[in-house]
Each structure stands twice: as structure tokens, then as C-alpha cells.
């Protein structure tokens, strides 16, 4: 069965860290492009970050641009964003998504697969 599974969410301070994970099961993570999103309360869901499959080049929005890291493992089938000096703005549920094609922020870019979601917020 193929699936996406995001993990690593939860409630952190600002100014703090938090390190999710996409996990595939059923395809190879590799050979596709993974993006991130997010959606916050009351916002339009929002492409942050995602990663090409042939030579893991990242891309980021603006609202993320040297604060947020993707990464992938292609030994553990799973990509990684790293999210440092977390505002209160990025309470949001985080998606993953994979594409065996192409990468995209877009939205309304289909993408093959998507996951759950984790929520993520960020509160004193």
C-alpha cells in the first residue's frame, strides 16, 4: 500500500526547533520529488519547501527561506524538514507530498501522493 506519513509535530516556544519526518511506504522516496506544506488556522494551504529526486536540490518560500532545512534519507525512505526559530505563524498542519515528475510550491500542483498532516504550534 502506498502511503506518506508525516511525524514529528507538536507544541514548541518560539524561537525553538522541531524536526518532521515524511515516511513512504510502498514506493521508493528517492526517485520522486518531495514537497512540504502547510496550512494554517483560517489560511490557504501554503507550499513551503520541497526537494528533487535526482540531485536533492531544495528549493523554499520566502516565509521559510533560512529558517526551514529539507533534507532526505534515502537509506530510511524518508525526508526530513528541519524548522528552527519557529514563530508563532507557523502553527500550521504540515503536510508531505511526492511527485514522480516534478516539484512545485504551487498548491494546485498534483502531486502523485500526499499524507495526513502533523500539527505543528508554536505558543508560549
Known amino acids: 500500500q502506498v502511503q506518506l506519513v508525516e511525524s514529528g509535530g507538536g507544541l514548541v516556544q518560539p524561537g525553538g526547533s522541531l524536526r518532521l519526518s515524511c515516511a513512504a511506504s510502498?514506493?521508493?522516496?528517492?526517485?520522486?520529488?518531495i514537497g512540504w506544506f502547510r496550512q494554517g488556522p483560517g489560511k490557504e494551504r501554503e507550499g513551503i519547501s520541497y526537494?528533487?529526486?535526482?540531485?536533492?536540490?531544495?528549493f523554499y518560500a520566502d516565509s521559510v527561506k533560512g529558517r526551514f532545512t529539507i533534507s532526505r534519507d534515502n537509506a530510511k525512505n524518508t525526508v526530513y524538514l528541519q524548522m528552527n526559530s519557529l514563530k508563532p505563524d507557523d502553527t500550521a498542519v504540515y503536510y508531505c507530498?511526492?511527485?514522480?515528475?516534478?516539484?512545485?510550491?504551487?498548491?494546485?500542483?498534483?502531486?502523485?501522493?500526499w499524507g495526513q498532516g502533523t500539527q505543528v504550534t508554536v505558543s508560549s
Open positions: 507530498a511526492a511527485d514522480r515528475d516534478h516539484g512545485s510550491l504551487y498548491t494546485d500542483y498534483p502531486y502523485d501522493y
Open positions: 510502498g514506493f521508493t522516496l528517492d526517485n520522486y520529488y
Open positions: 526537494i528533487s529526486s535526482s540531485n536533492s536540490r531544495t
